[in-house]
């Protein structure tokens, strides 16, 4: 129980100390040309002091919030606005990948146009029709990836009832807190640290690892490069796959403000009863259309 106590406050010392010294140095610290900075920011990153620190935070939010519940609300309510603005402008992906795939359609079979070029505010961007074909999926990625803790807050996704429904209001909040912990939270976690080491491998050279100690991260300082993924599976292709990386970083980090957002609300609701359910949540609803009028035939009757 010692050594658990000595392994968390040590990290979250050394945790507290490196993002102090980011503050105080940020030149330093955000240099991407400096391979020490980037290669200690890499290792960070998925770090175990990451780890500590974020549980100490949600856990001082959530000790706050027990004293403070409009504290905790706010908390809640604005973590939800985040996922709700970045889902709602991300959905747009979907009518853009149509319009492009028409456009794409159009160009090259009626066309036969090889190249597209577009050129806001005078910077054109060139790139044959065929990587505007193959580039796609980025949309579905992006609607994936973005949209996903959009999705939870609408209350969208899929859930397996088994004994849910059959419990009482108290419980099934008591039902969500565990859940979220026992399942949520460390499947997201998994994403981040595994997501984060995969990201960094395409971008970066040389490699690191989730198994390096800092020590042997740093070392490799005088051999780094950037070295960032344009591979294509053909000449033409879509060339920018590590924008589909980054979007699993940005998928865990935003999925998993939110599990934190879903046990506060779930908490609240435990402790203010039916009432509360749902309190502050923005959802989306269609506007009911207008009744149609009744025909004439139907009206003399």
Same mark, same amino acid.
């Given at each position: /129980?010692?050594? =658990?106590?000595?392994?968390?406050?040590?990290?979250?010392?050394?945790?507290?100390?490196?993002?102090?010294?980011?503050?105080?140095?940020? !030149?330093?610290?955000?240099?991407?040309?400096?391979?020490?900075?980037?290669?200690?920011?890499?290792?960070?990153?998925?770090?175990?002091?990451? =780890?500590?620190?974020?549980?100490?935070?949600?856990?001082?939010?959530?000790?706050?919030?027990?004293?403070?519940?409009?504290?905790?609300?706010?908390?809640?309510? !604005?973590?939800?606005?985040?996922?709700?603005?970045?889902?709602?402008?991300? =959905?747009?992906?979907?009518?853009?990948?149509?319009?492009?795939? %028409?456009?794409?359609?159009? @160009?090259?079979?009626?066309?036969?146009?090889?190249?597209?070029?577009?050129?806001? /505010?005078?910077?054109?961007?060139?790139?044959?029709?065929?990587?505007?074909?193959?580039?796609?999926? @980025?949309?579905?990625?992006?609607?994936?990836?973005?949209?996903?803790?959009?999705?939870?807050?609408?209350?969208?996704?899929?859930?397996?009832?088994?004994?849910?429904?059959?419990?009482?209001?108290?419980?099934?909040?008591?039902?969500?807190?565990?859940?979220?912990?026992?399942?949520?939270?460390?499947?997201?976690?998994?994403?981040?640290?595994?997501?984060?080491?995969? /990201?960094?491998?395409?971008?970066?050279?040389?490699?690191?690892?989730?198994?390096?100690?800092?020590?042997?991260?740093?070392?490799?300082?005088? =051999?780094?490069?950037?070295?960032?993924?344009?591979?294509?599976?053909?000449?033409?292709?879509?060339?920018?796959?590590?924008?589909?990386?980054?979007?699993?970083? %940005?998928?865990?980090?935003? /999925?998993?403000?939110?599990?934190?957002?879903?046990?506060?609300?779930?908490?609240?609701?435990?402790?203010? !009863?039916?009432?509360?359910?749902?309190?502050? @949540?923005? @959802?989306?609803?269609?506007?009911?259309?207008?009744?149609?009028?009744?025909?004439?035939?139907?009206?003399?009757?």
């Amino acid at each position: /129980m010692l050594d =658990a106590k000595t392994w968390f406050f040590s990290n979250l010392v050394s945790a507290l100390g490196g993002h102090l010294w980011v503050i105080l140095n940020p !030149g330093t610290a955000l240099d991407i040309s400096n391979g020490e900075s980037v290669l200690r920011f890499a290792y960070y990153g998925a770090s175990q002091q990451l =780890a500590v620190l974020v549980i100490t935070l949600f856990l001082i939010v959530f000790v706050i919030g027990i004293f403070r519940n409009a504290f905790l609300w706010n908390v809640v309510t !604005g973590v939800e606005a985040i996922s709700n603005t970045v889902g709602r402008l991300f =959905a747009w992906a979907g009518l853009i990948m149509v319009l492009q795939q %028409i456009m794409v359609i159009f @160009l090259q079979s009626m066309f036969r146009v090889a190249d597209i070029s577009i050129g806001p /505010m005078g910077v054109a961007f060139t790139q044959p029709i065929g990587w505007y074909a193959d580039g796609l999926k @980025l949309y579905n990625a992006f609607i994936i990836t973005l949209c996903c803790a959009y999705t939870f807050v609408q209350r969208g996704h899929v859930r397996v009832d088994l004994v849910y429904s059959a419990v009482s209001f108290r419980t099934k909040r008591v039902l969500d807190m565990i859940m979220t912990l026992m399942f949520m939270v460390p499947t997201l976690m998994l994403i981040w640290f595994y997501g984060w080491f995969y /990201m960094w491998r395409h971008l970066i050279r040389p490699n690191i690892s989730a198994t390096d100690s800092l020590d042997r991260v740093v070392a490799r300082a005088r =051999a780094f490069r950037w070295d960032v993924e344009t591979f294509s599976a053909s000449p033409s292709g879509f060339n920018a796959y590590f924008i589909f990386k980054l979007l699993i970083i %940005i998928f865990a980090a935003m /999925m998993m403000l939110q599990a934190f957002a879903f046990f506060y609300r779930s908490y609240l609701e435990w402790v203010e !009863g039916p009432e509360a359910e749902g309190k502050e @949540l923005d @959802l989306d609803r269609l506007e009911p259309t207008a009744a149609a009028p009744a025909a004439p035939q139907e009206a003399a009757r």
